[in-house]
């Protein structure tokens, strides 16, 4: 495979893991993220770090457990820069949600402007299962009450 080819495959599928980590979170199994970073992947975020596949899968459990949470995590602009066995990224981050006060997430959720916009900053290796996060950082642009 030539180089040009070979660049477009590997953003592509550094492209697809964050995809991915939207769908497992949105849709009931975020403990599953753990799967997408290396052993000792790296996930921060405002006042949360995990550092790890274990705390990575603890700390997305308990989000897995709320169960009355409706939300579309929406990524978007995503920027990424292959060189070798590793790559970058930068996207934006706009957050959708609802939390019932039933309990039980609704569907369709009353919509109204994101919860928050921000940033994911990633770096990516490359490993014998494919790529992988090596570490994923969250930072909030906009916040809304």
């Not at 770090?49 to 705390?55: F, P």
């Not at 928050?116 to 090596?134: A, C, K, L, M, N």
Request: charged letters at 25%.
């Amino acid at each position: 495979m030539n180089q040009d080819l070979q660049r477009l495959v590997d953003e592509k599928a550094c492209e697809k893991l964050i995809a991915e980590y939207c769908h497992l979170v949105d849709f009931g199994n975020a403990s599953a993220i753990a799967d997408l970073f290396t052993a000792g992947g790296y996930w921060s975020g405002p006042g949360v770090e995990m550092i790890g596949q274990d705390q990575i899968r603890a700390g997305f459990s308990a989000r897995q457990d709320v169960t009355r949470r409706q939300s579309r995590h929406l990524c978007t602009n995503v920027l990424v820069r292959v060189e070798g066995d590793e790559a970058t990224s930068l996207c934006y981050l706009l957050n959708f949600r609802h939390d019932s006060p039933t309990g039980v997430a609704e569907c369709p959720a009353p919509a109204g402007l994101p919860k928050y916009v921000g940033e994911y900053h990633d770096q990516f290796v490359r490993t014998s299962d494919g790529w992988r996060f090596e570490s994923r950082r969250f930072e909030l642009a906009f916040l809304r009450d």
